[in-house]
């Protein structure tokens, strides 16, 4: 025990010490209260291409506001031209329509910012897509922000995943009756069990049938783009791929669902990559559409945008084995060093419980936290919002030690166990949220 008023030895004392020395204040994590407090960010960000916000859990009113406040700041201070999101790539259609002055309700904008796992407006997707509207109705020439889902699109169970498909079948009957005719005989039998639980009732000839036509539209599709884009326009064909492309996905993320048996767990892995995968491949999309713009700012789940996949996982009964790669390390090997990711973490919420995902009735209980997780740490710092540069720590030996090592950090309801600094570039800490807030 250190004499009374002796400097600490206590590892943890040495952390939070540099925690504190280091934390980047935030005073509010609500939007429209200025850009005085976060200008540090602009030195964690850089000239990036992708910076990707993380949230630690969904269901929380905090993260919501903050991503707002921080896209407001991005788009004032560094450039920032476009938000992608953790929602489906159609959906996310309609939210651009919206935010660019297009005839489509707020309601269902804001519904369709984040249609995959709360498919009800929330308040703060509400003064989202308002905010853009606004700021893109004065907008500079060039200049006008762009919204993008680069989730599978379907919604919650992807109960309308097949609008991909019929939509893009839409688009070939306009450059080729006669190809769009033997699809919709191909396809339509089989598309009405185009869903999470339908695709594992149709027999195996069946879902071979559905993927061999998925793959051959693409196929045609691609083979076809100089003439089908001399017969309508470049971004009507664009619109119709994209469809396309995200109907395969769907396909392949439906056909690696888990089978458990008596022997054996049902294992998330393969299925969990896929989706991961293809959010990758749309990002890669926006990337291409966005060239010549500005850099885009990423928001969707810690556990989509860490560079390093978990070392134990929140949920081990769903993850038996090995843990998936996940979008962010498919997005580091794309993309290197212009991308940043700023993860989060939470200590606390005002009852001890959050809300749960869509048809649960009860409200989820918070694991305990521990005096030794990250979160209890960084909760000594003193400061209700804070982030912290992680790649600052290398220089700090103690910093080091407390961060580049599996640390249990907050996840949803539950904890996960991460590397942070192998996992994120920066951290967001919010000592206490709340849920988040649905529209009347």
């Known amino acids: 025990m250190a004499a009374r008023g002796s400097p600490s ?38 000239g990036t291409r992708v910076i990707a916000l993380g949230e630690a ?39 651009d329509a919206y935010v660019n002055g297009g005839d489509v309700d707020v309601t269902v904008a804001s519904q369709h910012v984040f249609d995959d796992w709360y498919p009800a407006p929330l308040e703060e997707n509400r003064t989202l897509v308002e905010w ?45 009756p006669r190809a ?47 003439d089908f884009i001399a017969r309508t326009t470049e971004a009507d064909f664009d619109r119709a791929l994209r469809h396309a492309v995200n109907a395969r996905q ?16 049902a294992d998330y892995r393969e299925q969990s990559m896929a989706r991961d995968a293809a959010m990758a491949e749309n990002l890669r999309a926006v990337l291409q559409r966005e060239r010549g713009r500005g850099p885009i700012l990423l928001f969707a789940h810690n556990w989509h945008v860490k560079k390093r996949a978990s070392i134990k996982e929140a949920f081990p009964e769903q993850f038996p084995g090995e843990p998936g790669t996940t979008l962010g390390q498919y997005l580091q090997s794309m993309l290197g060093d212009q991308l940043v990711v700023v993860g989060s973490t939470f200590h606390r919420s005002g009852d001890g419980t959050m809300t749960g995902p869509p048809g649960a009735d009860t409200r989820l209980s918070l694991a305990e936290a521990e005096p030794s997780d990250l979160d209890s740490e960084l909760a000594r710092v003193g400061s209700p919002a804070f982030i912290i540069d992680l790649r600052a720590a290398r220089q700090s030996p103690a910093a080091a ?20 600094m192998q996992a994120f570039d920066a951290l967001l800490y919010v000592d206490r949220v709340s849920d988040w807030r649905q529209t009347t």
Request: aromatic share 10%; proline share 5%; charged share 25%.
């Open 180 to 226: 769009a005719g033997d699809l919709r005989v191909r396809l339509h039998p089989l598309l009405v069990s185009f869903t999470a639980r339908g695709y594992g009732s149709l027999p195996p000839a069946q879902q071979a049938q559905l993927t061999e036509a998925i793959n051959d539209f693409v196929d045609l599709l691609a083979a076809c783009r100089v």
């Open 132 to 176: 853009m509207r606004a700021y893109n109705a004065v907008a500079a020439p060039g200049r006008a922000l762009r919204f993008y889902g680069i989730d599978l699109p379907g919604g919650w169970g992807y109960e309308g995943a097949r609008r991909v498909a019929d939509e893009a079948i839409d688009y070939l009957e306009r450059v080729d």
């Open 250 to 265: 769907l396909d392949t993320y439906f056909g690696r669902a888990p089978k458990a048996s008596a022997d054996a767990a």
């Open 57 to 95: 859990a969904h269901g929380t009113h905090e993260f919501l506001a903050f991503r707002n406040r921080l896209l407001e700041f991005l788009v004032h201070e560094a450039g920032v031209t476009a938000l992608a999101a953790e929602t489906g790539t159609a959906e996310g259609l309609d939210v």
């Open 9 to 46: 030895t206590d590892p943890s004392d040495a952390f939070v010490a540099w925690a504190k020395a280091h934390a980047i204040d935030i005073s509010t994590n609500e939007p429209g209260r200025g850009f005085a407090d976060p200008q540090p960010i602009k030195a964690i960000v850089g």
């Open 401 to 420: 030690v407390a961060l580049d090592r599996g640390r249990r950090i907050r996840f949803n309801e539950r904890y996960a166990e991460e590397n942070p």
